[in-house]
């Protein structure tokens, strides 16, 4: 289920490590050290002046899920280890026996960027739907993630008057149409998954605005429900071979003040956009994929 991620995943680890020993130069015993501060890249920019955002775009980002399950006691170590190094994993058993029996646990640990929610109600719906993610959390039985948690685009194609971004998520090919050319929201369409979106540049930063959802998505991994007057503001800047994407969420339905997610950091690649993998719902634990923690 999880194979166009973990693939993902690789590859921006890849270029981590990649990144990592390019600094590692080989220096002579009989000569001092000199570190040689690489020169950034220059960032390309079109005719209009703007960045040029064209390309493909690898880093940790796109849907997945941070529930961890135990079919029976969590010592047993049967978890669900879909999309985990064997270290994360081990964290999360970990996490599960402190938990206790049946419950579940964050693989990753709570979030340290929980929403503002406007009750305590609806904080505590948003931790029961992530407690029952198995059956809860669309993108554990292969649906849409919608935005912003099917994360940054992994290619851009731009043009004069408007963007394309394109997604290789776990749920199928996803695409967004992102015009830039002043037009105001369309007012006859239907909520969706991925809303209507429009863009204006402010200085170097792509600013892209959707709105009109519909609300069978979360915004965020934890059970982050939302109404459909759910806005998102999306901010990508790039510099050099490198594009920042950012993204904040409001809702006046139920979050009292935005929910600002962290940047993400994303690397232009060579490596061609591939189809991903095509994700079957197991019918044991509702679509968890199960795997033994030694």
């Known amino acids: 289920m999880w194979k166009a991620a973990v693939r993902q995943g690789a590859a921006a680890r890849c270029l981590a490590t990649a990144l990592l020993l390019g600094c590692a130069l080989p220096v002579l015993a009989a000569q001092p050290a000199v570190t040689v501060a690489a020169a950034p890249a220059a960032t390309p920019r079109l005719a209009d002046g703007h960045p040029d955002l064209n390309g493909n775009w690898i880093g940790p980002t796109g849907s ?14 049967s978890i669900n280890a879909g999309m985990m190094s064997p270290e994360v994993a081990a964290r999360a058993l970990k ?8 419950q579940a646990a964050a693989s990753f640990g709570p979030d340290a960027n929980p929403p503002a929610w ?7 719906k948003a931790a029961q739907l992530w407690q029952d993610g198995s059956r809860t959390d669309a993108v554990v039985l292969c649906g849409q993630p919608g ?17 394309v971004f394109l997604y290789a998520d776990p749920s199928g090919m996803v695409w967004r149409i992102i015009p830039t050319d002043g037009r105001a929201f369309r007012t006859h369409l239907d909520p969706s998954f991925y809303g209507d979106a429009v863009g204006h540049w402010e200085g170097d930063t792509l600013v892209v605005e959707t709105r009109n959802f519909n609300d069978e998505t979360w915004f965020g991994e934890y059970g982050y429900f939302h109404g459909e007057r759910m806005r998102v503001i999306e901010r990508l ?24 997610k962290p940047p993400v950091e994303m690397h232009l690649t060579d490596r061609q956009l591939e189809e991903p993998d095509h994700c079957v719902a197991s019918p044991v634990d509702a679509g968890h994929h199960e795997e033994r923690v030694p």
């Open 118 to 124: 406007k009750s305590e109600a609806l904080r505590q």
């Open 95 to 102: 996490l599960m026996q402190e938990t206790g029996k049946g």
């Open 147 to 163: 935005v912003p948690r099917v994360g940054g685009p992994s290619k851009i194609v731009q043009a004069a008057n408007e963007l």
């Open 64 to 77: 997945g899920t941070t529930l961890a399950y135990p079919r029976g006691a969590a010592p047993e170590g």
């Open 237 to 260: 800047t790039r510099r050099g071979n490198t594009l920042a994407w950012q993204a904040t969420v409001e809702d006046p339905d139920v979050l009292s003040a935005p929910w600002v």
